[in-house]
Nanobody, 117 residues
Framework: QVQLVESGGGLVQAGGSLRLSCAAS????????MGWYRQAPGKQRELVAT???????DYADSVKGRFTISRDNAKNTASLQMNSLKFDDTAVYFC???????????WGKGTLVTVSA
C-alpha cells in the first residue's frame, strides 16, 4: 500500500504564491510518476502537473509558466510551486502517485487552495 499526505494549501490573494508538498510512503517502486491534480467545485478532476522518477515534467496549458513541479526521489516527496495565482486556480489539489508494474494510481486526501480575486 501507498499513503500520500499533502500540505501547504490555504488562502492567497490573486497574484500571490503557494507551495504544495506531498509525502509518499509505503510500497513505492523506483519507476513511478508523481503528480498534482485539482478539482474545482462543480468540475471534474483535472491534471495540473506530473513528474517522472527521471524528472520529466508535464503541465496543463493553464498553468504553464506559473507552476513548477519538483521531486526528491530519496525522500519520496513532490512539490508544486504555484506563482501568479488566479481566481480560477481555486480548487482542492490532490497528490497522485502511479507506481508498480501496472502503474497503479494512489491519491492523497487533497488540500484546499483558495485564491481571492
Amino acid at each position: 500500500q501507498v499513503q500520500l499526505v499533502e500540505s501547504g494549501g490555504g488562502l492567497v490573494q490573486a497574484g500571490g504564491s503557494l507551495r504544495l508538498s506531498c509525502a509518499a510512503s509505503g510500497s513505492i517502486f523506483v519507476i513511478n510518476i508523481m503528480g498534482w491534480y485539482r478539482q474545482a467545485p462543480g468540475k471534474q478532476r483535472e491534471l495540473v502537473a506530473t513528474i517522472t522518477h527521471e524528472g520529466r515534467t508535464d503541465y496543463a496549458d493553464s498553468v504553464k509558466g506559473r507552476f513548477t513541479i519538483s521531486r526528491d526521489n530519496a525522500k519520496n516527496t513532490a512539490s508544486l510551486q504555484m506563482n501568479s495565482l488566479k481566481f480560477d486556480d481555486t480548487a482542492v489539489y490532490f497528490c497522485n502517485l502511479k507506481t508498480g508494474p501496472l502503474l497503479r494510481s494512489y491519491w492523497g486526501k487533497g488540500t484546499l487552495v483558495t485564491v481571492s480575486a
